[in-house]
């Protein structure tokens, strides 16, 4: 076997996560890893890496603008909340 084995923290550079979220998603099943010996570290193969990448990408709809005019407003509401200067203001 020639296939280098992957850490979990190999696993969590390559995917800028922490090494715990890599140690979650094998202890849920999502990410399939070995066990080297009854106490021994976890190991991945770097097709199940990819695997798990590739399912855990989530596609992100693009962001559309609103198409509807924003609504007229009468000069009463546009006062509203503003500082409104009068020519009369500031001047003695």
Known sequence: ????????????????IS???VLRAIHRGRLR???????GA???READVEAWIEASVCTVP????ATVPPPVRTPDELSLGR???SPDMGRR
């Open 83 to 85: 500082l409104v200067l």
């Open 19 to 21: 090494a715990k979220t």
């Open 1 to 16: 076997m020639t296939e280098r084995l992957l850490t979990p923290a190999d696993v969590a550079e390559r995917c800028q």
């Open 62 to 65: 693009p962001v559309r603008r």
């Open 42 to 44: 976890y190991r991945m």
């Open 33 to 39: 890893a070995s066990r080297l010996g009854d106490q």
